[in-house]
């Protein structure tokens, strides 16, 4: 699909939208019969964005107008009927400002209530001043927000996911949320990263200059249709001040090796422009041993059996620099352009050895593998960001062009031994493996909000994105002292994509009652060619996915919320793509072109007690989900494990959860979940694997505790009970974190220290089933690690751009697992 072409059809759909936007913006305009406007500031007289400001009518107290206030601490609320108003801005940890007797009417249209300010509300402990502030978490009908204040201990946020009410992140960096797979956003736009670039990303970003974090579990129809387990967003911090503002931020930690992390943040604000230059980097040396024993059968029978034991040694070197700036033509419309380049440099040294039996249990050759493993990889985006607010009662309009490549080249050196049973050797075989893989997404979205009479709102959305990628295996094999190249076992492969999806989504909300109903409708055209064997397949589909959602507030603090949608998880690129990667000489990874997408149904109930405690009822039934089988290679012994789809699963889940701010010196966050899983693969071969699946008991209770002003005290206890998730049944573990946090040099800076794993009681052993091979694996992981992490800020807060992400599922889908 040629470019230029995809380019200019958005930008005539933005046109069409303008037009259409103007047509309303002449009648909003002669509705509205005046407008209250202000600045909000805290007792240090910077701006405070994102406050709940709240306009009655004094007449009608319950015809109202909510809004928030911008980045720069100014709000402004269209009024469509003349009389007198009440303002309520409220914001969690300071007092409650209240304006009464606002009269708008034909001789007084505009009332400028001019600087507002917010004082802190604040309570005595003992002799000791405790600031109240937002709690670390807050629960809210359709998402939990966790702000990052002066509790967080931990030096980065990849640590800070473990503490988070529903997040698992195990030690092999994958992230659970409600144990499902998520999707990771930063600043509202998903994370252009494979998986293990992501976590060096994650691992290097500093809560110190994170804002808040959402959970999303349930998001609405103007998100991606892919993604049933959710989202993740990270929302940085937002420059207020102008002139120069910067972070420095460092840290160090050691496990059985050292690590580190670093990096420095500029912004240089001006009226009419803001811009920022952003480093960052990160090493991790760390080591990952796997203990690999396979059964392999026939009808049932035992044919063979063999146990590897691997142990690796891993470096990540990731280095990010970010340039980003912001016009602000207007005071409504502003224009973000920004440029990501992130660099890793990946190496593993790995050493296997196997032995092993056969049917009649005699002993086979044992055989060593030494895999050295060097990886470079390079995430490229660029992206333009134009909103602009089209009127003063909250129509806007927005617009997005995203360009992102992704390129990866791994070189393996392999040495492949035979010994006798004696332990003499046999053969001992060289050869070079190498890899290519490539990614690049082009992507255009608008979206636009209009606002309706009684508190409802019109939200509607266009996107299109086209992607191609191209992968190749090369292998070489040492003859004499030159690498030849075998034909015979390369290999290559393409794929391109293109999806189109519109939204729409209207939502309602009253004192007590507030509700919204979308859908998204997405066409997805797909074509996948391997060149060698000549396989070619191809997708052309479309798919709707309503959503609703529902909200009460019963007196007394009681509340009630329904939700029901329909999702999609779509195969990742590397899943759909067949060519090999080495675990060790017996056991390889492997992609399936014929993987079809998950259709996922969802519904969640919750009911809430004075926003502390909930309770959380989770169902849901995916069609074709994915599951991971190991199927024979070859007739040489070699196991390979390759995504397929099976018939249909079911998920069940309990939630019970207590978030409190107990004494002004003691957060806790503890929460229950029990969980189920079913699934059914279909097929008479695979009729051995249908389960009903094991009610798994899980336990987490984060507590924080104030023990002065500036010293802050934390713990982490977490249990995983047994449980089974789809063919994998995994082995229960509990795990002791904990941390302290000492303010420096005043509020600016922050010095931390964080032990992970303190008993070393982690562990990660599971069973996969497959109809053919049976796996059990024993994976040991540097699991304790002390961290010691420095903040500092200069001038004020760094702004990063958040712009809307076109191109965030298809960027979701280029996760490349390490082997």
Do not use: C
Not at 190 to 211: D, F, H, N, R, V
Not at 442 to 453: E, F, M, N, W
Not at 635 to 644: R, Y
Not at 706 to 712: G, Q, V, Y
């Amino acid at each position: 699909m040629p470019n230029n072409f995809l380019i200019s059809k958005v930008f005539k759909i933005i046109a069409f939208i303008v037009l259409f936007s103007n047509t309303y913006l002449a009648y909003a305009q002669n509705s509205l019969k005046g407008t209250v406007k202000g600045v909000v500031v805290d007792e240090r007289k910077s701006p405070l964005p994102s406050l709940t400001i709240t306009l009655r009518s004094q007449v009608d107290s319950s015809s109202h107008f909510n809004s928030s206030s911008s980045e720069t601490g100014a709000f402004s609320i269209g009024v469509r009927q003349e009389g007198a108003y009440t303002l309520k801005i409220s914001l969690l940890g300071y007092e409650t400002a209240i304006r009464k007797n606002i009269l708008v009417d034909a001789h007084n249209p505009v009332v400028d209530l001019g600087v507002i300010k917010l004082n802190p509300s604040v309570k005595m402990l003992s002799t000791v001043n405790v600031t109240a502030q937002k709690p670390l978490i807050e629960r809210r009908a359709d998402k939990t927000i966790i702000n990052l204040n002066s509790t967080i201990t931990t030096p980065s946020v990849m640590e800070l996911f473990n503490q988070l009410p529903g997040v698992q992140v195990d030690p092999s960096d994958q992230i659970n949320l409600n144990g499902r797979d998520v999707k990771i956003y930063i600043d509202g736009k998903a994370t252009p990263l494979s998986s293990e670039a992501l976590a060096s990303l994650l691992k290097g970003m500093s809560p110190t200059s994170i804002q808040k974090i959402e959970l999303i579990a349930h998001p609405s129809s103007k998100y991606d249709a892919a993604g049933s387990g959710g989202i993740i967003n990270i929302v940085r911090k937002k420059n207020k001040k102008d002139g120069l503002n910067g972070t420095v931020y460092g840290g160090i930690g050691q496990g059985e090796y050292a690590k580190y992390s670093g990096g420095l943040n500029l912004n240089y604000k001006g009226k009419s422009y803001n811009i920022f230059v952003n480093t960052d980097n990160s090493f991790n040396k760390y080591f990952v041993n796997n203990e690999l024993r396979t059964q392999f059968f026939d009808n049932a029978n035992l044919t063979g059996q063999s146990t590897a034991f691997i142990n690796s040694v891993r470096k990540n070197r990731t280095y990010t620099p970010n340039v980003g700036i912001d016009f602000y033509f207007t005071q409504k419309t502003t224009l973000s352009l920004s440029v990501y380049d992130g660099i890793t440099i990946f190496n593993k040294d790995a050493h296997s050895h196997t032995t092993g039996v056969d049917a009649n249990l005699s002993q086979t050759n044992p055989t060593s593998f030494d895999n050295l493993v060097k990886t470079n990889s390079n995430n490229f985006s660029s992206s333009a960001h134009l909103a602009s607010e089209l009127d003063t009662a909250g129509k806007e309009l927005s617009a997005d062009l995203d360009y992102y490549r992704y390129t990866n080249n791994s070189t393996q050196n392999n040495v492949n031994s035979v010994f006798d049973t004696l332990g003499t050797s046999l053969s001992n075989a060289m050869s070079l493996f190498d890899q290519d893989r490539n990614f690049s997404i082009y992507s255009a979205k608008v979206d636009y909000t209009q606002p309706i009479k009684k508190d409802a709102t019109l939200e509607l959305g266009l996107k299109s994105s086209y992607v191609r990628s191209n992968n190749s295996n090369r292998f070489f094999n040492l003859t004499g002292n030159d690498y030849i190249q075998d034909d015979s076992q390369n290999d290559f492969f393409r794929y391109s994509e293109n999806i189109n999806a519109f939204y729409a989504t209207y939502n309602k909300t009253n004192k007590k009652f507030s509700y919204q109903f979308g859908v998204r409708g997405e066409n997805t055209w797909g074509k996948g060619e391997q060149l060698q064997t000549g396989q070619v397949f191809n997708r052309n589909y479309f798919q709707l996915f309503p959503s609703m959602y529902f909200n009460y507030k019963f007196k007394g603090g009681h509340g009630l919320n329904l939700s029901a949608d329909k999702k999609t998880d779509r195969p990742t690129y590397e899943n759909l793509n067949p060519l090999i990667r080495i675990i060790n000489s017996d056991n390889y990874l492997q992609g399936n072109p014929n993987l079809q997408p998950v259709i996922s149904y969802n519904t969640s109930l919750t009911y809430s007690f004075k926003d502390a405690l909930y309770a959380t009822f989770n169902y849901s039934f995916n069609k074709h989900d994915f599951i991971y089988l190991t199927v024979p290679f070859d007739s040489t012994g070699i196991a390979t494990t390759l995504p397929e789809n099976n018939k249909h699963s079911q998920y069940f889940s309990f939630i019970l959860a207590y978030t409190k701010q107990i004494k002004p010196w003691w957060f806790t966050s503890t929460n229950i979940r029990l969980a189920q899983q079913s699934f059914t693969t279909g097929g008479a071969d695979n009729s051995g694997l249908n389960t009903s699946g094991m009610l798994s008991f899980n336990f987490d209770t984060y507590n924080s505790f104030a023990l002065s002003k500036r010293f802050t005290f934390l713990t982490l206890v977490r249990y995983r009970g047994k449980s089974i998730e789809r063919n994998v049944t995994n082995d229960p573990y509990v795990q002791f974190t904990t941390g302290l946090r000492q303010l420096i040099f005043g509020t600016r800076g922050s010095l931390s220290f964080n032990l992970t794993d303190v008993f070393h009681t982690y562990k990660s052993k599971y069973v996969q089933n497959s109809p053919l091979i049976r796996q059990y694996w024993n994976n040991h992981y540097e699991a304790t690690v002390g961290r010691l992490s420095f903040t500092y800020n200069f001038g004020g807060k760094v702004k990063k751009i958040k712009s809307g992400d076109p191109a965030e599922d298809e960027k979701k889908r280029t996760n490349i697992k390490e082997n």
